[in-house]
């Protein structure tokens, strides 16, 4: 199965074999491109991808030790995502399927971040609850079997990955600011600020934006605070709603794993407490690798080989969908 990952900003191709075995994951990431305007713009992220696609997958095919005539199937991503950005893959899908000659499958890109942990861990077993943080999404998902999901919860304002991006824009960190954040929060007290944790017991939803508005009120009121204590301060609280609801929803839903998906899961915080909890919980907790938690193609061509034992090859008149959701 070559998988292809254009819904954002990384422009990215893979090989896998039975939706488990990686065999290439080429990502190229446009991070650079983007920086100086301080988040991702739209009509440039698509320009760069149609540059970029035809050597990605060039490169992904070579990585793999194949050649076309040994690629049974084409997996794209085709939503959710910017629209100009996922019609690049699904074109350059759509394109490879037909003349080579086999089956096209569109993949639901939340759908192929909730499959990066099967890929690392075959074993995972089910139901398992799924806490899905990226830039565009924080939600909280019962997986029941392959292509069967439960939404337990997501947020009513702000991603975890947006607030992350947002705090550190504040505090003059850059772009993307959730690495950023990470590194620089080594150096803080995370107990220095008791930031608000909105909605911490109260359901499966999720609330950030109050929290970014407390971080820019203390900052104003205490000049003094130093970045590092506010960054620590806020990954604390931020993490800390997150592992208390994925913890409650394991519990009162009786599931047998818990795992970590989206680029958020790249915290290294978050990874701790998330695998503290677990080992508290006496749950199988697992955590993909950062790569495979960040935008790639290997998560669209495992979701994508499970999709097509599933449903079939998708029609060819599939379109991109910006705001197509999981359940
Ligand atoms: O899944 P992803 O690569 O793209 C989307 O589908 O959104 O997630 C990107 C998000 C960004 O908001 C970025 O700041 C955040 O993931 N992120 C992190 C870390 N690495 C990436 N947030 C916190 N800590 C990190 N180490
Ligand atoms: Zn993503």
Redesign the pocket.
């Known amino acids: 199965m070559l998988g292809i990952e254009t819904?954002?900003?990384?422009t990215a191709a893979a090989v896998v074999v039975d939706g488990t075995n990686v065999r290439s994951s080429v990502v190229s990431s446009q991070v650079d491109i983007h920086a100086r305007f301080g988040g991702v713009v739209p009509e440039i992220a698509s320009r760069a991808h149609v540059e970029t696609i035809t050597p990605v997958v060039a490169e992904a095919l070579v990585k793999a030790g194949v050649v076309d005539s040994d690629i049974d199937a084409v997996a794209a991503t085709y939503g959710p995502?910017l629209v100009g950005a996922l019609l690049v893959g699904v074109s350059t899908a759509k394109a490879l399927a037909l003349v080579w000659d086999v089956p096209f499958v569109a993949v639901n890109?939340l759908e192929a971040?909730l499959y990066a942990s099967f890929l690392e861990d075959p074993s995972l077993e089910l139901p398992a609850v799924v806490l899905l943080?990226?830039?565009?999404?924080t939600m909280l998902v019962l997986m029941e079997g392959h292509g069967r999901y439960r939404l337990l919860g997501s947020t009513v304002d702000d991603?975890?990955?947006?607030a992350?991006?947002k705090v550190?824009r504040y505090l003059g960190l850059g772009?993307?600011?959730?690495?950023?954040?990470?590194?620089i929060a080594i150096e803080g007290d995370p107990t220095a600020i008791r930031f608000p944790r909105a909605m911490r017991d109260q359901g499966y939803d999720f609330s950030f934006s109050g929290l970014k508005t407390a971080v820019i009120n203390h900052v104003r009121k205490h000049p003094e605070a130093t970045t590092a204590d506010v960054a620590a301060s806020f990954?604390d609280a931020v993490v800390d709603v997150l592992v208390a609801k994925a913890r409650l929803a394991a519990r009162d839903l009786g599931a047998k794993a818990m795992c970590l998906?989206?680029?958020?899961?790249?915290?290294?915080v978050?990874r701790e407490r998330f695998l503290g909890a677990c080992v508290e919980d006496g749950i199988h907790g697992f955590l993909p690798s950062?790569a495979m938690?960040?935008?790639n193609a290997a998560m669209v061509a495992a979701a994508g080989w499970w999709r097509l034992q599933s449903d079939g090859p998708s029609p060819m008149d599939t379109g991109a969908i910006p705001n197509l959701k999981l359940v």
């Open positions: 819904s954002c900003d990384e995502g890109h971040h943080v990226s830039g565009g999404h991603a975890a990955g947006e992350f991006d550190a772009y993307p600011g959730g690495p950023a954040i990470d590194a990954q998906g989206g680029g958020v899961a790249a915290n290294s978050l950062r938690c960040t935008d």
